[in-house]
């Protein structure tokens, strides 16, 4: 059951299967390159994933809806790193969905279980809140279910636009 599709720069593309507990690579043709599923531990029905520049090659974010967080994963499917755990506070997750990045340095995560947006830098590192609760007079959330970010400029830090299923707009 794929949940998710994110198309590479050279045409190829991650699927990620939510029941089957795997990321799916497919080539520009749509022949299966190769199957990730998240080394011994495994793959918590993966949700989204996005392919990060990273310092020895491109990292591999992935939602694991099932275990209320991110990984991050290298070129070989290895965990780099995990990012958020279960709960309600900053920073935690309840079932994280879709992912963006803004292209310098920083992950958003759709919340679903939180009605919001979590950003994080690439370290992990929990940076804010969008939707329930935040600051700043940003609107409530009533379901984040898609997500992208437009980069800005060097002297502005671009836009979010988030999907909502809950309030039916954007």
């Known amino acids: 059951r794929p ?4 198309v590479r720069e050279d045409g190829s593309a991650y699927v990620a299967a939510f029941a089957g507990g795997e990321i799916v690579i497919l080539d520009a043709n749509g022949r299966v390159e190769r199957t990730l599923r998240g080394g011994l531990r495994g793959l918590d029905r993966p949700f989204a994933c996005l392919e990060l520049p990273g310092d020895q090659g491109p990292v591999l974010a992935v939602s694991e809806y099932g275990a209320n967080r991110v990984l991050l994963l290298d070129g070989a499917g290895r965990r780099i790193r995990e990012i958020g755990a279960k709960g309600t506070g900053p920073g935690q997750l309840l079932g994280p969905q879709y992912l963006a990045s803004d292209g310098r340095g920083y992950l958003y995560v759709c919340d679903w279980g939180n009605s919001r947006v979590n950003k994080y830098d690439l370290e992990g590192n929990f940076v804010l809140q ?14 984040p279910t898609g997500i992208a970010v ?10 979010i636009y988030v999907a909502d299923r809950g309030r039916a707009l954007i």
């Open 150 to 159: 437009a980069p800005g400029r060097a002297s502005s830090p671009g836009e």
């Open 3 to 6: 949940a998710s599709v994110s």
């Open 130 to 143: 969008l939707g329930r609760g935040s600051s700043g007079g940003a609107p409530r959330l009533g379901g």
